[in-house]
């Protein structure tokens, strides 16, 4: 059986500055949800979704930092929707002590 032809789908993304999200549409033609592998972490995501003749594959870093485990996606009349809300950039700083 030969390899799949790998293809990089369509993707919008736009923050939402009034909600602290960034929002992301995938578009993903032809592939059944339950096909979809969407991983995630703060700095960047993958995605792998297989249709009958080929496979959507792709992955990029975030241009700042988001909570992956606070995202949220659908799937619907073939594109993914996911919204993922931004991480505060003070969130995980450290505390400097000044002498």
Known sequence: MADKVKLTPNIF???DFERSDLHMEISLGG???EDIRLKMSDESFYIRAPQDD???VTSM???CPVKASEARAS????V??????FRSRT????????T
Do not use: A, C, M, N
């Open 75 to 78: 799937f619907e009349y073939g």
């Open 13 to 15: 993304s736009y923050p």
């Open 31 to 33: 592939v059944k949800k």
């Open 80 to 85: 993914l929707k996911v919204i993922i809300p």
């Open 54 to 56: 080929f496979e959507y």
């Open 61 to 63: 870093r975030f241009y």
């Open 91 to 98: 969130e995980e700083g450290v505390e400097v002590k000044v």
